[in-house]
């Protein structure tokens, strides 16, 4: 299933806000066949968090946001890179 | 219609549920189900979507209250709600949306906002039923603020009833006879079984000796399985 990089621009708002914000966007993923948080980035400077969930489609997304009360700026299909694919295949360079 | 006053019914029967913490190992209620917010969400969108009703703090409080409730009444120590009546309300005076259109409301918002810091003051690691009910008292608005406002409890003699194993400050009666499931199960007519089953589920209070795993039920717990029958209710 495809991941998704949702930027979501949350504007200025404190920490208890932000795990509120979470806690909803959790339980509600509850409704949605295959949705799944993977993890998020929050960005002081620009108050805005991008999020990376596994979804069936940027519908999906857009929908789950919608009903968590939570803003949806952008949705687009991301693909993870991970280092750890590349750290062992040259153990020597390290 | 019914008066306010009867929202919060007294000497009703219910369940004495325990806590979380040491005690809530003993007498699980609290804080043992991690399906317990999935469930929760599920069953709120379900009803909402089916009734089209807005996802607003007081319709979560009826569905909440409804699923830890028994015999239509939500006891936790000090608070007994009349769940139906609850529900009454909510039914009448909430609003009607398109179900495509249900989302957290902005009241619903602010109350997540007290869900996580009663999880925070907790020092747990997972938002559990108490920690909505705490977070439902600390709500300025509405319907639950109107039911803890008549019910006259506070925020702290529900979390002091929870810290203390669910038997608030009463410790058993010195001298009072003191029964092995099995024994309990004797006095009652029933199975064994359906005493454990009573005593997980919270309904039946019960104590563990202590370093032991063998439990012990207070003969005055043992009234609480008892309810009065409706004449004409006999058979």
Not at chain 2, 9 to 19: D, E, L
Not at chain 2, 26 to 54: H, I, M, T, V, Y
Not at chain 2, 55 to 67: A, G, H, K, N, Q
Not at chain 2, 176 to 199: C, F, M, N
């Amino acid at each position: 299933m495809p991941m998704y990089a949702i930027r979501r621009h949350l504007g200025p708002i404190s920490r208890e806000e932000l795990d509120a914000a979470a806690f909803r966007a959790t339980i509600c993923a509850a409704e949605y066949d295959g949705l799944r948080w993977e993890r998020s980035f929050w960005n002081p400077a620009r108050e805005e968090i991008v999020c990376y969930y596994v979804a069936r489609s940027p519908e999906q997304i857009q929908q789950h946001s919608r009903q968590s009360n939570i803003p949806c700026d952008d949705v687009v299909e991301v693909t993870e890179v991970l280092p750890e694919v590349y750290s062992s295949a040259t153990p020597a360079a390290r | 219609m019914r008066d306010a006053d009867d929202i919060n019914a007294a000497g009703a029967p219910g369940a004495r549920p325990g806590a979380r913490g040491e005690a809530a190992d003993e007498l699980p209620f609290f804080g043992r189900d991690d399906q317990f917010l999935r469930s929760l969400q599920l069953e709120a969108a379900a009803e909402a979507d089916r009734l089209r009703l807005k996802f607003s703090v007081d319709f979560w409080f009826y569905i909440f209250l409804r699923r830890l409730s028994r015999f239509g009444y939500f006891t936790f120590g000090p608070i007994t709600i009349d769940v139906r009546l609850i529900g009454d309300i909510v039914l009448r005076t909430a609003e009607h949306i398109d179900p495509y259109e249900r989302r957290y409301e902005d009241d619903f918002v602010r109350f997540s906002v007290l869900v996580v810091d009663e999880l925070k003051r907790s020092g747990q690691a997972r938002i559990d039923e108490l920690h909505f009910l705490l977070a439902f008292m600390r709500v300025e608005e509405g319907l639950t603020a109107r039911v803890f406002g008549e019910l006259g409890v506070t925020h702290d003699q529900v979390e002091q009833f929870a810290r203390t194993g669910g038997r608030g400050n009463a410790p058993v009666t010195q001298g009072e006879r003191l029964y092995s499931p099995e024994e309990a199960a004797e006095y009652l007519g029933v199975h064994v079984q359906t005493v454990r089953g009573w005593i997980r589920s919270g309904r039946l209070r019960a104590s563990r000796l202590a370093g032991q795993r063998a439990l012990r039920i207070a003969a005055s717990d043992l009234q609480s399985v008892l309810e009065p029958v409706e004449p004409g209710d006999a058979s």
